[in-house]
């Protein structure tokens, strides 16, 4: 079983929807982490969220963290064909743990 | 500056075989850590280390091994293969000052057992 849970697993959408991918865990994280992956390439990070209940926004992407620090989401608004890929979260305390991922692709 | 790199890209090994894995981290990066990858589980956290010593481990068999050199480039060795060792290797490497610095990874060795 993954100590993190994302949801959901596919998401297919038409370029200028918005959506919101989770990341849940009954553990408690110092801190989490969201990267995005694409095809043949490693992870690369988007955000660190460290306080609970931290909002971050990047450009269309808004990251939150809950306030016991044990899930997050991201929000992407208005999402393009460029924001497809698979989307991670991680978990960081004494090391980092990965969710399973959710992949989106986002259709022109 | 360089990023992360790691070698070989692409491996095809027999069952029972055993293969080493390289990837040299970002110049002045102590961390480096390696993943497996597989589309049933994902990202699976294998060992971490830090100047030439292993900080953390994740829940894999003994066959999986690692090691970090003086240059803190590391690698990781898989004995006995098994058909199910079949993924996506990566390494991240960062400052590892605390564990919520950045972790840069790598393209990845892709393994295939037959």
């Known amino acids: 079983t993954q100590l993190l849970e994302q949801s959901p697993q596919f998401l297919s959408i038409q370029e200028g929807e918005n959506l919101t991918v989770y990341c849940n865990s009954s553990?408690?994280?110092?801190?989490l982490q969201w990267y995005r992956q694409e095809p043949g390439e490693g992870p690369v990070l988007l955000v660190t969220?460290?306080?609970?209940?931290e909002v971050k926004k990047l450009k269309r992407l808004t990251f939150q963290f809950g306030d016991a620090r044990k899930d997050s989401s991201l929000h992407i608004t208005a999402a393009q064909p460029g924001d497809t890929g698979l989307y991670l979260c991680?978990?960081?305390?004494?090391?980092?743990?990965f969710g399973a991922g959710t992949r989106l692709t986002v259709k022109p | 500056k360089a990023g992360v790199t790691q070698t070989p890209r692409y491996l095809i090994k027999t069952r029972g075989q055993q293969v080493t894995l390289s990837c040299s981290p970002i110049?002045?990066?102590?961390?480096v850590s390696w993943y497996q990858q597989t589309p049933g589980q994902g990202l699976q956290f294998l060992f971490e280390?830090?100047?030439?010593?292993?900080?953390n481990k994740g829940n894999f068999p003994g066959r999986f091994s690692g090691r970090q050199f003086s240059n803190s480039r590391s690698e990781m060795n898989v004995s006995t293969l098994e058909l199910g060792d079949s993924a996506l290797y990566l390494c991240?490497?960062?400052?590892?000052?605390?564990?919520?610095?950045?972790?840069?990874f790598g393209q990845g060795t892709r393994l295939t057992v037959v």
């Open positions: 991240a490497s960062s400052s590892g000052r605390t564990m919520n610095t950045e972790a840069f």
């Open positions: 553990s408690v994280f110092s801190s």
């Open positions: 969220v460290v306080t609970g209940g």
């Open positions: 991680a978990g960081v305390n004494n090391d980092m743990r």
């Open positions: 110049s002045g990066h102590r961390s």
């Open positions: 280390y830090f100047s030439e010593t292993q900080r």
